[in-house]
């Protein structure tokens, strides 16, 4: 299987920060990326697809890059509404498998 | 408005069968291939398997396959997911979600599975 490897695990955060977020694959998935958030609570919501396209309503402080075997999550100034979790996810090869996510806290 | 309502779940006996059902509603269920996810109460969340809009085809997590079954009933628009043998490692939230060749666009709220005795 294709290993997703997240970056830091948690980070603590403050309002108006610029947060930087990765995720590294353990072999070759192209842009076949998509970048999920999950507030507490709640299912998760698709933010980024193709490793660098916003999903429809996704605000533009959001931005994915990245190809091959690393990626980035970028959220300039960070909301309170933000504070999540934020998982990666590879659909190139089968099984489709996530990494094991970056948790939003507030500093 | 797309809506994925799950059902089915509880507590169960390990080594027993359960079936999960998925309603959905707001779009053309049979023009989109769906999927079950699952994520487990350390939050580790897992790609269980997706099946084709006509219900033709299936594609099952290896490590599930032989244990997991997707279905599908278009007339009902519903979307099924058959346990058997399940272990305490089945246990999580199991999401029914809509799948397209970019990810997954929307997902249900969850249900929940408990392996238990």
């Known amino acids: 299987n294709t290993v997703m490897t997240q970056s830091p695990t948690s980070m603590f955060i403050s309002v108006g920060d610029r947060v930087t977020m990765n995720c590294k694959a353990s072999?070759?998935?192209?842009?076949?990326v998509d970048w999920y958030q999950q507030k507490t609570g709640q299912s998760p919501k698709l933010l980024i697809y193709?490793?660098?396209n916003r999903y429809t309503g996704v605000p533009d402080r959001f931005t994915g890059s990245g190809s091959g075997t690393d990626f980035t999550l970028t959220i300039s100034n960070m909301q309170a509404e933000d504070l999540a979790v934020y998982y990666c996810?590879?659909?190139?090869?089968?099984?489709?498998?996530f990494g094991g996510g970056t948790k939003l806290e507030l500093k | 408005e797309v809506q994925l309502v799950e059902s089915g779940g509880g507590l169960v006996q390990p080594g027993a069968s359960l079936k999960l059902s998925c309603v959905a509603s707001?779009?053309?269920?049979?023009?989109?291939?769906m999927s079950w996810v699952r994520q487990t109460p350390g939050k580790t969340m897992e790609w269980i398997g997706d099946?084709?809009?006509?219900?033709?085809?299936?594609n099952y997590a290896p490590s599930l396959k032989n244990r997991f079954t997707i279905s599908r009933d278009n007339a009902k628009s519903t979307l099924y997911l058959q346990m058997s043998n399940v272990r305490s490692e089945d246990t999580a939230t199991y999401y029914c979600?809509?799948?397209?060749?970019?990810?997954?666009?929307?997902w249900g709220q969850g249900v929940m599975v408990t392996v238990s005795s």
């Open positions: 099946i084709k809009y006509d219900g033709s085809y299936t």
């Open positions: 996810l590879q659909y190139n090869y089968n099984p489709w498998t």
């Open positions: 979600t809509r799948t397209m060749g970019i990810g997954f666009d929307y």
């Open positions: 193709g490793a660098s």
């Open positions: 072999q070759n998935v192209g842009t076949n």
């Open positions: 707001g779009f053309t269920f049979s023009d989109y291939w």
